[in-house]
């Protein structure tokens, strides 16, 4: 699987499957900032909460065997976060 494949398959699921199954991209991220930033008493802001969720597809590829998942959410993760950062910028 190329790189563009891989691209292409985040883009389908970050606005298709996991939309319809998890909402707007913004709202379900301020509701996770908003519920971590309680949790760990700092500011967590929505592009932080995409930021670190890549981050965790980093650290599973570390820890596991190879997992094609890991790489494409990583893309959809790093998408949203350019998405959600562009929206609060604009």
């Known amino acids: ?3 563009a494949e891989i691209c292409r398959q985040a883009a389908d699921l970050v606005s298709g499957d996991r939309k319809d199954t998890h ?4 709202r379900n991220h ?3 900032a908003r519920l971590w930033s309680a949790y760990l008493d700092v500011p967590v802001t929505p592009d932080q909460v995409a930021m670190m969720m890549v981050l965790l597809k980093v650290a599973r ?3 596991g065997a ?3 998942d890991d790489f ?3 893309a959809g993760y ?3 976060a350019g998405e959600i ?3 609060m910028e604009g």
């Open 72 to 74: 494409r959410d990583m």
């Open 61 to 63: 590829t570390k820890s």
């Open 66 to 68: 190879f997992n094609i």
């Open 78 to 80: 790093a998408g949203c």
């Open 85 to 87: 950062r562009g929206k």
């Open 23 to 26: 909402g707007d991209t913004t």
């Open 1 to 3: 699987m190329n790189a």
């Open 30 to 32: 301020q509701n996770i």
